[in-house]
């Protein structure tokens, strides 16, 4: 991998910017197999909760021409057996490993995070606050004060730990995107003392799916089990690209808080995009399910890319669209 696409994610050094999105790679590392993790930027765990989850019942995935809508319910074996059987694996994994994390209450979340720091492995935690897939999943991401106290809380068990937090692609209420991101940047320092420099979030993740349904015009009945799920895969992207686009301009370039772009990416154009809208990093998903090696193709592209463009390295493309012959929005 050459050095032009090494870069650096809120102190996190990554060979390159393309990561596993959390939940699309098995738990930890199952996609070995078939794609060498030695060779990628990093992975992010599947979401842990405190307890087991079995999920919801079938059908959980269904596949559409603009992507696939899933509802999987945050199945995952629970943070005690995740610590005993998936963490000791972390430090050979070969890539960074982020640990997600999922929880119905400030308590939930503490807990995951604060067994994720004492294992002193994972690069970051990134704070699953967006699941369109349980009861009361996005309710964090929806309230600027809620995920404020969140934030403070898993802060203070994260000594050793990166906190990211990753946001859903509609905020509900009246909030913008660009509000709840500020929240999560600007959260108010409870701990002056404490050893992180900043007590809000070390980067945004942008975005989780996005809430949707299809029917089976046959049957009348709803493809999914749990009747809605969650949109990932092409269809999102230009959505995605938009919101990245927005907070990186409203919030995160001043605050210097890089962004990961996550919807959409199946091939090096779309990670492309990201990056010119300001994202530092990005994540595959869908395109896992369509091509588990992909990444590999993704980084060879963005690497030609950054040539083309006669760019030192992929960093110095961030938010480097070019918007000046535009009308003003
Ligand atoms: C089958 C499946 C399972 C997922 N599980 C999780 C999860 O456990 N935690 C999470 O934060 N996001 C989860 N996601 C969302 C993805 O991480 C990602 O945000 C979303 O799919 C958009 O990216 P994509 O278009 O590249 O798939 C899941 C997505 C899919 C398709």
Redesign the pocket.
Known sequence: MSSTLSTNLAGLALRSPVLL????AGTLDELADALDLARIGGL?T??ITPEPRDGNQPW??VPLEA??L?A?G?A?PGIEAFVKDYAPRVPSVGCAVIG?I?GFSVDDYVRVASALDACNCFGAV?L?V??PNVHKGCEFAADPELLQELLREVRAVLPRTRLFV?LSPIPTGKVTMSDIARAAIDVPRSNPTGPNSRPGADAL?I???TPAMAIDVVTRRPKLGRITG?L???A??PM?VKLVFDVHRAVAKATSTPIIG?????RWEHAAEFILAGATAV?????L?VDPRCPLKIQRGLEKWVASQRASSIASLIGAVDTSDNQPR
Do not use: D, W, Y
Request: hydrophobic share 35%; charged share 10%; proline share 2%.
């Open positions: 999105a959390a939940g699309t992010v599947k979401s959980r995935v992507g696939m899933n999987i945050l995952n997600s999922a990134e699953n967006s699941c990753k993740c975005a989780n799916t969650g990932s895969g092409p999102v992207h995605a996550i919807g959409g990416v199946l994540q595959v998903g869908t395109g399910f």
